[in-house]
């Protein structure tokens, strides 16, 4: 069965899901506090017309009326990101500290990384990584745009992440040697994103999920071994199916990692994570990971999990 | 995508193609490795690589962007003159595509600041600032030079800057000579912006 009727059962509103998936999403954009205030970047949008409406459960993120953010002054100060509202959530979920040194295994095209940065006030290090060597372009030329000062990008297979370039197992004072924070926000099927792709279901198909979510354990392993016991790890992806989420956070339980509960803002609506699908059954723990439907922000799909390493 | 690094192919800097040195330059993509910045002179091993103290007298004597500005960054090169501010440290040499923010152009006669580096650091600027009105900001902004005699300050890489949102904001790095002010917006970052 395909998406959207194979999740159907998993909702309470399964009407309302299919609806949602077939509207188009809102532009909406996360303000850059690096170079401006909330306060400002409002004004400056004031002061040219464009109209905007701040979401319910975050100041820094606005909801555009109409054209997308590029053709403005306060986009052009780097002062706006585009940024699904939806993928706001892992960096909150991430809570980085200013000073950590903080993992982003799959950050291309950096919208999650920029925010991580911002959220350290850019002090610290942000490594974001990428396998894909065309996207990390468009990694550098946004955070280059929101001038941010603490990402330093490479270009690993986050399966098999090696520190070696920045010093492990030297005697380099400032060797780095695992991280205080990893986000895995994983290549999936982006089933959450067909109200801006809606080829997303037709180009469905079980063995790509299958064979994707062998990488996503592969990355989640890898960021659960290369953070330091007490730290933090977020899971996410934009897609729905429970094989490329419950299952992987499922996966690397067991040992050396737990959930934690994490609660989104107030006023973003979650369903927890599931415990049974098909003929599987996961950790009940899972049930502390959050999934996101179309319906219930008026967003793209998403799934968070928060685990924090504990061997 | 193109990233701040195309500034210098618009035909604006002084000093492309002023030296035949500068042909035999790697490309800039060649070299992954970034070293950090000798803090002096007196640390200096790399014949002609710019020192931390030289850099922050640079951004002091042209802007008068204070030296505490770059408390806790620290300074890279990477291949031949290009500069990087890093707000964290790490080993150096240390291989990476990226590290921090690309602020500076050496190893040539006048250096050369890059957009995002102005926009970043530029608001604490007090010297070399050029302030526009608005049908001159739009002008910048899509990457046209534009003549403006009233300048009276120095020649030369500049901020050009606007009131927006209750400030002067830096817009990006401006080339002025006899009259004229260049912009140096690179192609990936231009605009048609409202006057």
């Known amino acids: 069965m395909q998406p959207p009727q194979r999740y159907a059962s998993l909702v309470e509103d399964p009407d309302a899901f299919r609806a949602a998936c077939g509207r188009p999403?809102?532009?909406?954009?996360?303000?850059?506090?690096?170079?401006?205030?909330?306060k400002r970047a409002r004004?400056?949008?004031?002061?040219?017309?464009?109209?905007?409406?701040?979401?319910?459960?975050?100041?820094?993120?606005?909801?555009?009326?109409?054209?997308?953010?590029?053709?403005?002054?306060?986009?052009f100060h780097g002062w706006l990101h585009g940024q699904e509202e939806v993928s706001t959530l892992p960096a909150l979920a991430l809570d980085p500290q200013p000073g950590e040194v903080?993992?982003?295994?799959?950050?291309?095209?950096?919208?999650?990384?920029?925010?991580?940065?911002?959220?350290?006030?850019?002090?610290g290090v942000v490594i974001g990584n990428d396998n894909n060597l065309g996207r990390l372009s468009a990694l550098r030329h946004n955070a280059e745009r929101l001038g941010v000062t603490n990402l330093a990008v490479t270009n690993q297979d986050a399966r098999n992440f090696s520190l070696k370039p920045f010093g492990d197992r030297t005697r380099d004072e400032r060797r780095i040697e695992e991280f205080d924070r990893a986000l895995v926000d994983a290549p999936c099927s982006c089933e959450g994103t067909i109200r801006k792709n809606p080829d997303a279901f037709e180009e469905w198909s079980l063995s790509h999920v299958e064979g994707v979510a062998g990488v996503q354990k592969g990355i989640l392993r890898r960021a659960v071994d290369a953070t330091r016991p007490g730290g933090t790890v977020v899971y996410a992806t934009c897609t729905f199916a429970p094989e490329e989420n419950e299952a992987v956070v499922d996966h690397v339980l067991g040992g050396d990692c737990e959930l934690r509960e994490w609660e989104p803002p107030e006023g973003f609506d979650t369903d927890p994570g599931i415990t049974e699908w098909q003929s599987e059954t996961y950790d009940s723990s899972l049930e502390l990971a959050h999934r996101v439907y179309p319906h219930r922000n008026d967003t793209g799909g998403f799934f968070c999990a928060k685990l924090e390493v504990t061997a | 995508m193109s990233d701040d690094g195309t500034d210098s192919s618009d035909g604006t800097d002084p000093d492309a193609g002023s030296a035949a040195a500068s042909d035999a330059d790697p490309p800039e993509n060649d070299s992954h490795r970034f070293d950090r910045l000798p803090a002096t002179a007196g640390d200096r091993v790399v014949p002609g690589r710019p020192?931390?103290?030289?850099?922050?007298?640079?951004?002091?004597?042209?802007?008068?962007?204070?030296?505490?500005?770059?408390?806790?960054?620290?300074?890279?090169?990477?291949?031949?003159?290009?500069?990087?501010a890093f707000a964290g440290d790490v080993v150096s040499p240390v291989d990476a595509e990226g590290l921090g923010l690309r602020i500076l152009r050496t190893r040539q006669?006048?250096?050369?600041?890059?957009?995002?580096?102005?926009?970043?650091?530029?608001?604490?600027?007090?010297?070399?600032?050029?302030?526009?009105?608005?049908?001159?900001?739009?002008?910048?902004?899509?990457?046209?030079?534009?003549?403006?005699?009233?300048w009276d300050g120095d020649w030369g890489y500049v901020i050009a800057a606007h009131d927006i949102a209750g400030g002067v904001e830096p817009i990006g790095v401006g080339l002025y000579l006899h009259g004229e002010l260049r912009s140096t917006v690179p192609k990936g970052r231009r605009e048609d912006l409202r006057s």
Not at chain 1, 52 to 61: F, K, L, M, Q, S
Not at chain 1, 102 to 118: E, L, R
Not at chain 2, 127 to 136: A, K, S, Y
């Open chain 1, 43 to 75: 004004e400056a949008l004031d002061a040219e017309g464009v109209g905007y409406e701040p979401t319910d459960w975050h100041p820094g993120v606005l909801k555009l009326d109409e054209r997308g953010p590029g053709t403005s002054w306060p986009y």
């Open chain 2, 109 to 150: 006669e006048h250096w050369k600041p890059s957009t995002n580096a102005v926009q970043r650091f530029g608001p604490e600027a007090t010297r070399n600032v050029v302030t526009l009105d608005g049908e001159e900001a739009a002008r910048f902004a899509r990457g046209d030079d534009q003549d403006l005699p009233r």
């Open chain 1, 25 to 38: 999403l809102p532009s909406v954009v996360r303000v850059n506090t690096l170079k401006t205030s909330v």
């Open chain 2, 51 to 84: 020192t931390r103290n030289e850099v922050i007298e640079w951004w002091d004597d042209r802007y008068g962007i204070p030296p505490s500005t770059w408390e806790s960054h620290t300074f890279w090169e990477r291949g031949n003159g290009k500069l990087w």
């Open chain 1, 102 to 123: 903080v993992w982003d295994a799959c950050a291309a095209p950096g919208s999650k990384a920029t925010q991580i940065a911002a959220l350290m006030d850019d002090e």
